[in-house]
T-cell receptor, first 117, second 110 residues
Framework: GAVVSQHPSRVICKSGTSVKIECRSL??????MFWYRQFPKQSLMLMAT?????????EQGVEKDKFLINHASLTLSTLTVTSAHPEDSSFYIC?????????????FGSGTRLTVV | GEDVEQSLFLSVREGDSSVINCTYT??????LYWYKQEPGAGLQLLTY?????DMKQDQRLTVLLNKKDKHLSLRIADTQTGDSAIYFC??????????FGRGTSLIVHP
């Protein structure tokens, strides 16, 4: 089945630095990928929709300059948290859609635990 | 906007059946999903149901959909300790982008 690889699984960074998270579709091409943020004991919040070859679509309230998304190829999307602060500490999850199976084609990465100290 | 509600916790004894309930508000929902999340991991799609179906069974999993009441449930038969996880209900409409509930923590004790 479709596999999405997300890297790194855990990262600790100092306040003010930037962190890049990668999301790769391993055995299918994903023209669209999604980035979610999950707070403790809360649901997933869709941050943005990443479109290959074009600008990402951000959800209301998500800072575009803070969370930079690049989807340069059909198998890779990256999320860069710029000038990270402790409040950015969270669990970030990406997902990709295998368009050949749209009804159940959302495959999730294993997530990235970001801790900003 | 769309809203998906589910209870936060469920505790069951090993071997019993678990029933996790979910309600949603979007009347244009096309697909409804159940995802499982183990600690520190991403989400794993367990099963899905199309909105014109009432029931779907897949081994130990049974999904029931009451479209009139906008109620979805997931029944896990013969619950095992390995089933302990957070279960997310999600629905999607025309955009196919799922909206998630807050997740139900299933705790299975001996």
């Amino acid at each position: 089945g479709a596999v999405v690889s997300q890297h790194p699984s855990r990262v600790i960074c100092k306040s003010g630095t930037s962190v890049k998270i990668e999301c790769r579709s391993l055995d299918f091409q994903a023209t669209t990928m999604f980035w979610y943020r999950q707070f403790p004991k809360q649901s997933l919040m869709l941050m943005a929709t990443s479109n290959e070859g074009s600008k990402a679509t951000y959800e209301q309230g998500v800072e575009k300059d803070k969370f930079l998304i690049n989807h340069a190829s059909l198998t890779l999307s990256t999320l860069t948290v710029t000038s990270a602060h402790p409040e950015d500490s969270s669990f970030y999850i990406c997902s990709a859609s295998d368009v050949s199976s749209l009804n159940y084609g959302y495959t999730f990465g294993s997530g990235t635990r970001l801790t900003v100290v | 906007g769309e809203d998906v509600e589910q209870s936060l916790f469920l505790s069951v004894r090993e071997g019993d059946s678990s029933v996790i309930n979910c309600t949603y508000t979007d009347s244009s929902s096309t697909y409804l999903y159940w995802y499982k999340q183990e600690p520190g991991a991403g989400l794993q799609l367990l099963t899905y149901i199309f909105s014109n179906m009432d029931m779907k069974q897949d081994q130990r999993l049974t999904v029931l959909l009451n479209k009139k009441d906008k109620h979805l449930s997931l029944r896990i038969a013969d619950t095992q300790t390995g089933d302990s996880a957070i279960y997310f209900c999600a629905e999607s409409g025309g955009s196919y982008i799922p909206t998630f509930g807050r997740g139900t923590s299933l705790i299975v004790h001996p």
